[in-house]
């Protein structure tokens, strides 16, 4: 009997564990600070970031979210994310003064593939060699 109520705490334990580093992934990922998680769990900001490993986006992950500007073949398309979905949109302009964008309401699951897709527009829209 003692033995069934230690492994039910056990089964416990683990998923307060895993519940615990989803909201912490959560928190970061709305900004919360690994010194802010720290205090509300009382402990040390160090000791957040060991006890959640990546709950707050690095510096360079953040950056990787802002918008471009892509420059191809005579044209400029602008790259735009979008915080509530998380995807990537763009809109543009060829060298050959034709405006285009991504189809109402497609957002691009990354960065990348908004660029292909900008890049594929901007190039056949490119101004002819005189």
Do not use: C, N
């Not at 918008?67 to 073949?73: D, I, N, Q, R, T």
């Not at 003064?97 to 901007?122: I, Q, V």
């Amino acid at each position: 009997m003692t033995l069934s109520v230690l492994a039910a705490w056990k089964v416990v334990d683990t998923e307060v564990k895993h519940l615990t580093a989803r909201a912490a992934a959560t928190a970061g990922s709305y900004g919360a600070s690994y010194e802010q998680m720290g205090a509300v769990w009382g402990i040390t900001r160090q000791g957040a970031r060991k006890k959640w490993p990546g709950a707050v986006p690095r510096p360079a992950a953040a950056a990787a979210r802002t918008g471009a500007v892509l420059e191809l073949f005579g044209g400029t398309a602008e790259l735009v994310p979008d915080p509530s979905s998380g995807g990537w949109a763009w809109a543009g302009e060829g060298a050959d003064e034709t405006r285009g964008a991504a189809e109402d309401g497609t957002w691009y699951a990354t960065k990348e593939e908004a660029a292909a897709h900008a890049g594929a527009f901007l190039r056949e829209h490119a101004a002819a060699l005189s």
